[in-house]
């Protein structure tokens, strides 16, 4: 599975992004999708997360409110729109594909993007 996250920029407090993952997969709805972020000098951090069949969501509490994961099967493609974007959201934002339950841990995810960067600054 190989994956294509774009979208990243350069925005001002309050502002808004949406971010894209295009992957390759024969079968994309066999994969639960996330995106992660890592700041400077920290761990990449846990994001979102959507389930295979869409039904189920997940977020970090620091983005909830204000970030929704979906996804298109058709377009194997799934989605982060951003609003409400603060200076400590900027990161490389990455995402990735698993068939674990363990949804939070970057450990359990086996494809990973590119990884495209997000600056919120005035």
């Known amino acids: 599975v190989q994956l294509q996250a774009s979208g990243g920029g350069s925005v001002q407090p309050g502002g808004s992004l949406r971010l894209s993952c295009a992957a390759s997969?024969?079968?994309?709805?066999?994969?639960?999708m996330g995106w992660f972020r890592q700041a400077p000098g920290k761990e990449r951090e846990f994001v979102a997360y959507?389930?295979?069949?869409?039904?189920?969501?997940t977020y970090a509490d620091s983005v909830k409110g204000r970030f929704t994961i979906s996804r298109d099967d058709a377009k194997n493609t799934v989605y982060l729109p951003m609003n409400s974007l603060k200076p400590e959201d900027t990161a490389v934002y990455y995402c990735?594909?698993?068939?674990?339950?363990?949804?939070?841990?970057?450990?359990?995810?086996?494809?990973w993007g590119q990884g495209t960067q997000v600056t919120v600054s005035s």
């Open positions: 990735a594909a698993t068939t674990s339950g363990v949804v939070r841990s970057r450990l359990s995810y086996q494809y």
């Open positions: 959507i389930s295979g069949s869409g039904a189920y969501t």
């Open positions: 997969a024969r079968t994309f709805s066999n994969y639960g």
